[in-house]
């Protein structure tokens, strides 16, 4: 069965600092798609990267960076030099190869980021 | 804005009523799914459609149904609504390639229910 785990309900931080959102699934599959989702405080989804099980390279787009670790089962995603902005609950999910494209969502973590 | 539609915005109704949500995929985009996302439970996959078939379900009630017009655009009927059923709805659409190839699914902007 797939799950995701978002172990961090909820971070705070002072703008500026660093912070990584941690991410753990659980999946019987060897081909599986990562999801990160960010919901603000206007209530809409938004993607922002999907990575599949065969492209394990760190990637990097301006102050967000995404590390995903086969052997550790986690997908974990850091902003740098944080925006009161970046205040939102971001949402990790998962989808199997096989059968239904359904996206698997973890509990989300609220992150606040105070200037 | 992500392209997908939703309406509405905003729907209150009473226990026992019969409400339909209306959602417009992204252009081009053949799937669409549906999610509710509550305080309790989160965001749970309910249905996917695919080109106007029902492709996969999850754990969507059987008062619960949904459909895909030719169009593409989809609604999700809520029926004997009970106040549990109060949530966020969320459409969302994706390109749907060959199997084994999921891409990202965008959300729209959701459509909130609440059952007094």
């Known amino acids: 069965a797939q799950k995701v785990t978002q172990a961090q309900t909820e971070i705070s931080v002072v703008e500026k600092e660093d912070v990584t959102l941690d991410c753990v699934y659980e999946?019987?599959?060897?081909?599986?798609?990562l999801f990160w989702y960010k919901q603000p405080p206007s209530g809409e989804l938004v993607f922002l990267i999907r990575r599949n099980s065969f492209d394990e390279q760190n990637e990097i787009s301006g102050r967000y960076s995404w590390n995903f670790q086969k052997s550790t089962s986690s997908f974990n995603f850091t902003i740098t030099a944080s925006q009161v902005v970046d205040s939102a609950v971001y949402f990790c999910a998962l989808s199997e190869a096989e059968g239904a494209q359904k996206l698997v969502f973890g509990q989300g973590t609220r992150l606040t980021i105070n200037p | 804005d992500s392209g997908v539609t939703q309406t509405p915005k905003h729907l209150i109704t009473a226990t026992g009523q019969r409400v339909t949500l209306r959602c417009s995929p992204r252009s081009g985009d053949l799937s669409v799914y549906w999610y509710q996302q509550s305080l309790d439970q989160g965001l749970q996959f309910l249905i996917q459609?695919?080109?106007?078939?029902?492709?996969a379900k999850g754990n969507i009630l059987e008062r619960f149904s949904a459909q895909q017009f030719p169009d593409l655009h989809s609604e999700l009927n809520l029926s004997s609504l009970e106040l549990g059923d109060s949530a966020l709805y969320f459409c969302a659409s994706s390109l749907h390639r060959a199997s084994g190839s999921h891409n990202e699914q965008f959300f729209g902007p959701g459509t909130r229910l609440t059952v007094l």
């Open positions: 999946t019987r599959d060897t081909t599986y798609y």
């Open positions: 459609y695919y080109n106007g078939e029902e492709r």
